[in-house]
């Protein structure tokens, strides 16, 4: 397979066909991010895309899941889109699955009828970088929106049909009173956009991002492990819908815990708060096994 530069994807895509259609990420700009920075955003050709499926075909044969690389594949023109997916489902006979990361300004670019038509088309996936509810740190941290277009676009995904993975980031806030606004927020949030899963994550400066450089300087004092478990807490304690799968199995936490809320609500807590009252940190992932 023909890949530019380090390719990305959820875990949860780990037994996809990654099909590389954009270099990079079409904003490019959250300060905690070190995804793509070598690069410069660009739509391959529907030639190449084409080519690059005509030649999976030939390794794998038939397949079921394709992830949609790089950052914002959904920033793409929607005619182009459409036609990479008739072509996947043309090629691959069994194909059922096809995700992509969304952006929210790109996602929002997109009119409903044009969600739809994807969707209807076999993007069955999206996986949108949400980060935090608060509208004063997502300004900070530079996703490009505010709290309520953030919303919008994940609202829009979801009344399209799309299955949504909203990823939210513990201890982007950073130490103190602002860490339970966050996670209050994300909850809220969270409870208004309604995603099928909530995929949280640990805040791990990457070297030579803005936050990186923050954390040096002094600037940014992460959360030790027991303060982010209390903004899981707090987050579990306030969403109150129905039916979401919370994932918080990714390697960056240091206490895998994933369940559905509201169904498993007591036992996660149950799970959250016998850490934090024994601060044991024997039952905390070690920094050496955490990773991005």
Request: net charge neutral.
């Amino acid at each position: 397979m023909r890949y530019e530069g380090q390719i990305f994807r959820p875990f949860s895509e780990a037994n996809s066909y990654l099909l590389q259609c954009t270099i990079g990420c079409s904003h490019n700009q959250c300060t905690f991010c070190g995804m793509y920075k070598d690069r410069k955003y660009r739509v391959r050709s529907l030639a190449e895309i084409k080519e690059d499926i005509r030649m999976a075909k030939a390794h794998y044969g038939d397949l079921e899941k394709v992830f949609l690389c790089d950052g914002d594949a959904v920033a793409m023109e929607t005619a182009i889109l459409l036609e990479i997916l008739d072509e996947l489902y043309r090629i691959f006979p069994s194909l059922r699955h096809v995700g992509t990361y969304v952006g929210p300004q790109s996602t929002l670019s997109k009119s409903m009828p044009e969600l739809s038509a994807l969707r209807a088309a076999g993007l069955t996936k999206a996986y949108l970088g949400v980060e935090t509810g608060d509208d004063r740190l997502l300004k900070e941290i530079k996703k490009g929106v505010t709290a309520a277009e953030m919303l919008q676009a994940g609202q829009n995904l979801v009344n399209a049909n799309i299955n949504l993975s909203s990823m939210v980031l513990l201890g982007i806030a950073g130490k103190g009173a602002r860490a339970r606004e966050h996670a209050i927020a994300t909850a809220e949030i969270t409870n208004q956009m309604k995603p099928q899963y909530l995929a949280a994550l640990t805040t791990t400066p990457v070297p030579g991002t803005v936050l990186f450089h923050k954390v040096q300087k002094g600037e940014f004092e992460l959360p030790d492990p027991f303060e982010t478990l209390e903004e899981m807490k707090l987050m579990f304690e306030h969403i109150t819908i129905d039916n979401l799968k919370f994932v918080g199995v990714h390697a960056s936490n240091y206490l895998p815990v994933s369940g559905t809320l509201q169904r498993d609500k007591e036992k996660m807590l149950a799970a959250v708060n016998t850490v934090l009252e024994t601060r044991d940190k024997g039952a905390l992932r070690s920094e050496r096994l955490r990773g991005l």
